[in-house]
């Protein structure tokens, strides 16, 4: 059951209805001209004015109309008028499917389809603006087209749609990539169908950090493994440290773990351009050090400043190091790490194509545990090994990706009527309408216009 009412996305646009008075003050002010009289006596000739009559009457009932009417359509179109149907009591429960897999599902599920479809469901394709799809569809698919929105996205959208309470029989597979990071809480009854799949392996090729990687996958995981090459590129590393300093060794210990973890070279101080420099010192970093950074490069810096003994923890990957001291660090900078008071240990900005990191402590065990710290090493990684995928390794979005959603897993979170924040309504604009209308009562008007100033002249 529908009830349908019209309403408007912007009502004050209704407010043009005032041009209503513009037709009305044409159409009730009539000044007349005033007839020239013929004499045949010049005696009777000198200055006159002309005369003229007014009046408040109506002549042209139907051009008013005609003229109003077209200003308050102008004005609803202004308003954005749009059709609500709120659904209301029991309706007819739905059977979606993707209709690029419609074609095989309907062979494997043929019986389970039909009984539904005689017990009045109606067929929609799971995709956005879930469109009515019937048994011819079965010979008219689109296999190339990919659900590009999330299963968790489009049943969420159902709860706009379906009645609360009604039933839902939904045709697709349990793939990780295609049901989203949430579960979906709806208010409907959804019943799974699981889609059998007779090719359950994928793999593609991705790269990270200048090597590539295959990945193959099943069901149940993805596994990458390093393809061998003797084309990957050494990292080139420059490390300055001012007299006395012995900051160097934590840092060279940490590289060496990260060439043994990664199987990549780390070439340490060579000639040349490099892609990381480290500059382990209070002074100020030379333009020949920096000069010396390949284009897109990353410069690590010590900050000089007020320091500030402060008992506190450095948040690295979630984890809670313990630090004693720390420098003043600027607020205009993206922070990369933070202590437990939110101030910046390390941040970051971009400089003629350089990117620096700023670090407001150092590495060294009388400012912070960090040297010696496990997460010191996966701290380093990043800045190390640049790569723009190095947040989500591992984690990409990739078609052939075959995981599933595992067995006896939750699936959705159901809601109560009470809990639900939406009103199942559809939609549908009518501004379309509207301006059909308009320009058809515009035609008329002209018409009636041209028509009667015609006839005017004829007359005269």
């Given at each position: 059951m529908k009830n349908l009412t019209v309403q408007f996305l912007y009502p004050i646009g209704l407010l043009a209805i005032a041009g209503l008075i513009i037709p009305l003050i044409i159409h009730l002010w009539n000044v007349k001209q005033g007839k020239t009289l013929k004499i045949g006596s010049i005696a009777l000739l000198g200055e006159s004015s002309r005369a003229s009559s007014k009046?408040?009457?109506?002549?042209?009932?139907?051009?008013?109309?005609?003229?109003?009417?077209?200003?308050?359509?102008?004005?609803?179109?202004?308003?954005?008028?749009?059709?609500?149907?709120?659904?209301?009591?029991?309706?007819?429960?739905?059977?979606l499917v993707e209709k690029s897999k419609f074609q095989t599902v309907f062979k494997n599920n043929k019986n389970k389809i039909d009984s539904l479809l005689k017990l009045g469901y109606e067929m929609h394709d799971f995709n956005p603006g879930f469109t009515t799809l019937t048994l011819k569809d079965t010979a008219n698919i689109d296999s190339a087209k990919q659900n590009a929105i999330s299963y968790t996205a489009l049943l969420n959208q159902l709860n706009t749609i379906i009645p609360t309470g009604n039933s839902v029989y939904l045709f697709a597979n349990h793939r990780l990539n295609a049901i989203g990071n949430e579960l979906p809480?709806?208010?409907?009854?959804?019943?799974?169908?699981?889609?059998?799949?007779?090719?359950?392996?994928?793999?593609?090729?991705?790269?990270?950090?200048?090597?590539?990687?295959?990945?193959?996958?099943?069901?149940?995981?993805?596994?990458?493994?390093?393809?061998?090459?003797?084309?990957?590129?050494?990292?080139?590393v420059s490390i300055y440290e001012s007299a006395g300093n012995s900051d160097r060794n934590y840092l060279n210990s940490a590289l060496k773990a990260i060439a043994s973890f990664s199987r990549?070279?780390?070439?340490?101080?060579?000639?040349?351009?490099?892609?990381?420099?480290?500059?382990?010192s209070d002074e100020?970093?030379?333009?020949?050090?920096?000069?010396?950074?390949?284009?897109?490069?990353?410069?690590?810096?010590?900050?000089?400043?007020?320091?500030?003994?402060e008992a506190s923890f450095i948040v690295i990957d979630g984890k809670n190091i313990t630090s004693s001291r720390r420098i003043e660090a600027k607020k205009t900078l993206e922070t990369i790490w933070a202590d437990g008071f939110g101030n910046s240990i390390l941040s970051a900005e971009k400089q003629n194509n350089l990117n620096i990191l700023h670090f407001y402590s150092r590495l060294?065990?009388?400012?912070?545990?960090?040297?010696?710290?496990?997460?010191?090493?996966?701290a380093i990684m990043p800045i190390v090994i640049q790569d723009n995928k190095s947040s989500n390794f591992g984690f990409e979005d990739n078609d052939a990706d075959q995981r599933q959603l595992a067995k006896n897993q939750k699936e959705t979170i159901q809601i109560s009527k009470?809990?639900?924040?939406?009103?199942?309504?559809?939609?549908?604009?009518?501004?379309?309408?509207?301006?059909?209308?308009?320009?058809?009562?515009?035609?008329?008007?002209?018409?009636?216009?041209?028509?009667?100033?015609?006839?005017?002249?004829?007359?005269?």
């Open positions: 009046s408040f009457k109506v002549n042209d009932w139907l051009l008013l109309i005609l003229r109003c009417l077209l200003l308050i359509l102008v004005a609803c179109i202004i308003a954005q008028p749009f059709l609500k149907k709120s659904l209301t009591g029991k309706a007819n429960g739905w059977i809480r709806i208010s409907y009854k959804l019943f799974r169908n699981p889609i059998n799949e007779t090719d359950t392996l994928g793999n593609w090729i991705t790269d990270y950090a200048g090597k590539k990687y295959e990945a193959k996958s099943n069901p149940s995981s993805t596994v990458y493994t390093a393809i061998a090459s003797k084309d990957v590129p050494a990292i080139r990549r070279r780390i070439e340490i101080n060579p000639a040349g351009k490099v892609d990381v420099g480290f500059w382990l100020a970093v030379s333009s020949a050090f920096k000069s010396s950074i390949t284009s897109g490069g990353t410069l690590f810096r010590y900050e000089k400043g007020k320091i500030i003994p060294n065990p009388q400012w912070s545990q960090l040297v010696w710290n496990e997460t010191f090493v996966k009470t809990e639900k924040t939406t009103q199942n309504t559809q939609n549908k604009q009518l501004h379309n309408i509207f301006w059909i209308i308009a320009f058809l009562i515009f035609l008329t008007e002209r018409i009636l216009t041209f028509s009667k100033k015609t006839a005017n002249y004829v007359k005269n």
